[in-house]
T-cell receptor
Framework: NAGVTQTPKFRVLKTGQSMTLLCAQD?????MYWYRQDPGMGLRLIHY???????AKGEVPDGYNVSRLKKQNFLLGLESAAPSQTSVYFC???????????????FGPGTRLTVL | DAKTTQPNSMESNEEEPVHLPCNHS???????IHWYRQLPSQGPEYVIH???SNVNNRMASLAIAEDRKSSTLILHRATLRDAAVYYC???????????FGAGTRLTVKP
């Protein structure tokens, strides 16, 4: 049981380049999330998905796109990277909220992205 | 959104109890209090959550004030592995947007 895995672990981009970050979970979770964490700050939600084929915006969605074609995978895309997108990106997953007072989020190890 | 206030940093000695405070004076009746922690170079991990009553699990205890405007995460015997940033988060039932603040950086001294 690998939990939540993220690919790649590190990446350096030049301004204007594009890339896709991959998140995979093997816990059969319905919900998946993408966060970013800037130095010395807490995590901020970029986009999330409540099920296969559905996505929604979080607190800081601009400059990012996402797709959830398979239940176990959640992709985060940067079409034209900017230095302001230099950050550590974390993916998380959780069970469905329906019928539960909370749902613990399980986080991946993160992807460190630098945009020059 | 209801906000939380935590000290920027705290220190503790190994094997001593640690009390991490969190103020949330604008908490609503349907907000659950969640605690996550983030070890160095790792993603956050769930610690504990509660609504009104005090809660215990294998990792920690959560003490919630009677008026719910503050709470305290209690680590009964701190170890070096407990050195991390601890986040206190308010989360409404069914809300998918967890708002992390800057948290409290806990340093554990041997």
């Amino acid at each position: 049981n690998a939990g939540v895995t993220q690919t790649p672990k590190f990446r350096v981009l030049k301004t204007g380049q594009s890339m896709t970050l991959l998140c995979a979970q093997d816990m059969n979770h319905e919900y998946m999330y993408w966060y970013r964490q800037d130095p010395g700050m807490g995590l901020r939600l970029i986009h999330y998905s409540v099920g296969e084929g559905t996505t929604a915006k979080g607190e800081v969605p601009d400059g990012y796109n996402v797709s959830r074609l398979k239940k176990q995978n959640f992709l985060l895309g940067l079409e034209s990277a900017a230095p302001s997108q230099t950050s550590v990106y974390f993916c998380a997953s959780s069970y469905s909220t329906s019928g539960a007072p909370y749902n613990e989020q399980f986080f991946g190890p993160g992807t460190r992205l630098t945009v020059l | 959104d209801a906000k939380t206030t935590q000290p920027n940093s705290m220190e503790s000695n190994e094997e001593e109890p640690v009390h991490l405070p969190c103020n949330h004076s604008t908490i609503s009746g349907t907000d659950y209090i969640h605690w996550y922690r983030q070890l160095p170079s790792q993603g956050p991990e769930y610690v504990i959550h509660g609504l009104t009553s005090n809660v215990n699990n294998r990792m920690a205890s959560l003490a919630i004030a009677e008026d719910r405007k503050s709470s305290t995460l209690i680590l009964h015997r701190a170890t070096l592995r407990d050195a991390a940033v601890y986040y206190c988060i308010l989360r409404d039932v069914g809300n998918n947007d967890m708002r992390f603040g800057a948290g409290t950086r806990l340093t554990v001294k041997p």
